[in-house]
C-alpha cells in the first residue's frame, strides 16, 4: 500500500497533468512570457489540472472499486476518497486565483477549460457527448496562454481548432483500453458507442489533421523543422492506426497521442507569435 502523500500524487493522473501543464509552458516560451509570468503560468495550470484529476479519482472511487482498478488509490482504499475531494477543491480555488493574476480573459477562458473537465467527472462522459469537454478543454488550453501575457491577444483560428481535435483525440484513446469495465459501470461516452475501431480511426484523424494545421496554418512560409514535426505526427497517427487494426486498444495508444501532442506544442512553439491574431 502506498503511503498516502504518495496516494494522492498518483490519484491527481500524473501523466496528463504534466503533459499539459508542459504544453501551457511551451506555448508561453513561444510567445516570449517573462520567467516571473511564466512560472504563474505554469502554476495556475498545473493546479488546474491537479483539480480534474483528483475530481475523476473522487467522483469514480466507488465505480473504480467495483471493478477493481488497481490503478485508482482512492479505489484501493490507499487514501479516503474524501481526501481527494477536499484536494480537488483546494486546487481548483487556488487555480483560479493564480490565474485571475494573468487577467480578467485569462481567468474567463481557464474558468470554462476547468468547467469542461469537471463537467465530463460529473457526468457527461456518460453520453454522447463525452468528446465535448476534452474539445472545449483543450482548445481553450492556447487561449489561457494568449490572454495571459501582458498585452493580451486572441489565438489564431486555427490554434483553437488544432487544440480541440487533438482533445478529441486524447477523449477517445484514452478510453479505449477501458470499455469493457466502463460498460460494467454504466459508461456509454461516444467511443463506446462508436466502438473501438471506429474510435481509434477517428483519433488518429483528429491527430493527423491537427498536425497539418499547425504546419500551414500560420499562413507563413513553411519551415523545415515544422515539415519535420509534419513527418513525425503523420508516422504517429500511422502507426497508431496499424497497432489498432493488428490488436486490442492498449495504454500505448493514450501515449502515442501524448507524445504527439507535444511535438504539435513544440510546432505551436517554432511558430510563436503567429499563434495569437
Same mark, same amino acid.
Given at each position: 500500500? #502506498? !503511503?498516502?502523500?504518495? %496516494? *494522492?500524487? +498518483? /490519484?491527481?493522473?500524473?501523466?496528463?497533468? =504534466?503533459? $499539459?501543464? @508542459?504544453?501551457?509552458?511551451?506555448?508561453?516560451?513561444?510567445?516570449?512570457?517573462?520567467?516571473?509570468?511564466?512560472?504563474?503560468?505554469?502554476?495556475?495550470?498545473?493546479?488546474?489540472?491537479?483539480?480534474?484529476?483528483?475530481?475523476?479519482?473522487?467522483?469514480?472511487?466507488?465505480?473504480?472499486?467495483?471493478?477493481?482498478?488497481?490503478?485508482?488509490?482512492?479505489?484501493?482504499?490507499?487514501?479516503?476518497?474524501?481526501?481527494?475531494? #477536499? !484536494?480537488?477543491?483546494? %486546487? *481548483?480555488? +487556488? /487555480?483560479?486565483?493564480?490565474?485571475?493574476? =494573468?487577467? $480578467?480573459? @485569462?481567468?474567463?477562458?481557464?474558468?470554462?477549460?476547468?468547467?469542461?473537465?469537471?463537467?465530463?467527472?460529473?457526468?457527461?462522459?456518460?453520453?454522447?457527448?463525452?468528446?465535448?469537454?476534452?474539445?472545449?478543454?483543450?482548445?481553450?488550453?492556447?487561449?489561457?496562454?494568449?490572454?495571459?501575457?501582458?498585452?493580451?491577444?486572441?489565438?489564431?483560428?486555427?490554434?483553437?481548432?488544432?487544440?480541440?481535435?487533438?482533445?478529441?483525440? #486524447?477523449?477517445?484513446?484514452?478510453? *479505449?483500453?477501458?470499455?469493457?469495465?466502463?460498460?460494467?459501470?454504466?459508461?456509454?461516452?461516444?467511443?463506446?458507442?462508436?466502438?473501438?475501431?471506429?474510435?481509434?480511426?477517428?483519433?488518429?484523424?483528429?491527430?493527423?489533421?491537427?498536425?497539418?494545421?499547425?504546419?500551414?496554418?500560420?499562413?507563413?512560409?513553411?519551415?523545415?523543422?515544422?515539415?519535420?514535426?509534419?513527418?513525425?505526427?503523420?508516422?504517429?497517427?500511422?502507426?497508431?492506426?496499424?497497432?489498432?487494426?493488428?490488436?486490442?486498444?492498449?495504454?500505448?495508444?493514450?501515449?502515442?497521442?501524448?507524445?504527439?501532442?507535444?511535438?504539435?506544442?513544440?510546432?505551436?512553439?517554432?511558430?510563436?507569435?503567429?499563434?495569437?491574431?
Amino acid at each position: 500500500m #502506498a !503511503s498516502k502523500p504518495i %496516494a *494522492l500524487l +498518483l /490519484a491527481s493522473h500524473p501523466g496528463p497533468t =504534466l503533459v $499539459v501543464t @508542459a504544453v501551457a509552458t511551451v506555448l508561453g516560451v513561444g510567445l516570449g512570457y517573462p520567467p516571473g509570468r511564466l512560472a504563474l503560468l505554469a502554476f495556475a495550470i498545473l493546479l488546474g489540472q491537479l483539480s480534474i484529476g483528483w475530481s475523476n479519482d473522487w467522483l469514480d472511487a466507488a465505480r473504480d472499486s467495483e471493478v477493481a482498478r488497481a490503478d485508482k488509490p482512492a479505489a484501493r482504499g490507499d487514501i479516503p476518497a474524501a481526501a481527494v475531494r #477536499a !484536494s480537488a477543491f483546494v %486546487a *481548483l480555488g +487556488l /487555480a483560479l486565483l493564480s490565474t485571475a493574476l =494573468l487577467g $480578467v480573459a @485569462a481567468l474567463l477562458a481557464h474558468t470554462i477549460a476547468l468547467a469542461g473537465g469537471w463537467a465530463y467527472n460529473l457526468g457527461l462522459k456518460a453520453t454522447v457527448f463525452s468528446f465535448v469537454p476534452f474539445a472545449v478543454s483543450f482548445g481553450l488550453l492556447p487561449a489561457i496562454v494568449t490572454l495571459g501575457q501582458e498585452t493580451p491577444a486572441w489565438p489564431a483560428p486555427w490554434v483553437l481548432a488544432a487544440g480541440a481535435l487533438l482533445g478529441v483525440a #486524447a477523449h477517445v484513446t484514452n478510453v *479505449l483500453p477501458d470499455l469493457a469495465d466502463d460498460a460494467r459501470t454504466g459508461i456509454n461516452g461516444l467511443p463506446h458507442r462508436l466502438g473501438a475501431r471506429a474510435s481509434g480511426l477517428l483519433a488518429f484523424t483528429c491527430l493527423a489533421v491537427a498536425t497539418a494545421l499547425i504546419t500551414f496554418g500560420p499562413g507563413l512560409p513553411v519551415r523545415p523543422l515544422l515539415l519535420v514535426g509534419l513527418f513525425a505526427g503523420l508516422a504517429a497517427a500511422v502507426l497508431g492506426v496499424v497497432l489498432l487494426l493488428r490488436r486490442s486498444p492498449t495504454r500505448l495508444l493514450m501515449q502515442l497521442i501524448m507524445t504527439c501532442a507535444i511535438i504539435d506544442v513544440v510546432m505551436l512553439a517554432l511558430v510563436g507569435q503567429s499563434t495569437a491574431v
